[in-house]
């Protein structure tokens, strides 16, 4: 038998989704869940784009809801397509008392955001505002650092030094370095012959 997936999203779960995430790949080794959490965490996303079209794929209103489910579909796996917010946390403590394992994909490299160069160093106020948000940030990613750590297993990183992922560096996470969505684009884009086409990469 076939062992158990879900696939976890803040954001309403789209095709580009089902196809960037490679849903197909997984089914052929798992039975693989859609849990859709837009309606709990992120409204504006569930009441603007519409439902996507595959027949294991589950919305929730409410965390009582996800309970409900997790209790009677037992989940080997969880593949933890959420953020940080508080509510996230405590889904994941919530995925974590079920015994599912949480495996976080992080398969987009971001640039670092400076804003530095828009107020200057000669403001006193900005500086100020600048160093106390640097100590807030710091305790926040430590906070991160020490509770993922204790509910995420593996950690797919793509990429030596990507932006933004402090928060899922403790070293009781397993990681194992994989591609880049883009690069998964760029394998699929090479099975085809593109020699009398022009081509165009627009960012």
């Known amino acids: 038998m076939s062992k158990k997936l879900c696939f ?12 960037r995430f490679g849903i197909n790949i997984l089914n052929k080794k798992y039975k693989v869940s859609i849990i859709d959490l837009s309606g709990i965490i992120n409204k504006r996303s569930y009441s603007i784009y519409k439902k996507h079209n595959y027949k294991s794929l589950y919305e929730f209103n409410s965390l009582l809801s996800l309970i409900k ?38 398969g987009s ?11 200057g160093n000669s403001n006193n106020i900005f500086k100020y505002k600048d ?5 807030l940030n710091f305790l926040k990613r430590k ?15 793509s990429g030596n030094n990507p932006e ?12 194992i370095y994989t591609h880049t969505f883009d690069y998964n684009y760029f394998l699929r884009m090479t099975k085809h012959s593109y020699q009398k086409k022009k081509l165009y990469f627009i960012y």
Do not use: A, C, W
């Not at 976890?8 to 196809?19: A, E, H, I, L």
């Not at 490299?109 to 107020?119: A, E, G, R, S």
């Not at 160093?131 to 100590?135: A, E, G, L, T």
């Open 8 to 19: 976890v999203t803040s954001s309403k779960f789209q095709g580009k989704d089902f196809d």
């Open 69 to 106: 489910h997790l209790r009677t579909n037992k989940y080997n796996f969880s593949v933890d397509n959420l953020n940080n917010s508080f509510k996230e946390i405590i889904i994941r403590l919530i995925f974590k008392r079920f015994n599912i394992k949480l495996i976080k994909y992080l």
């Open 109 to 119: 490299l971001k640039p670092k955001i400076m804003f530095k160069h828009v107020y």
């Open 131 to 135: 160093s106390s948000n640097q100590i």
């Open 143 to 157: 906070i991160l650092k020490l509770i993922n750590g204790k509910l995420i297993e593996i950690l797919l990183l």
């Open 164 to 175: 933004n992922i402090d928060g899922y560096l403790s070293k009781n996470i397993k990681r």
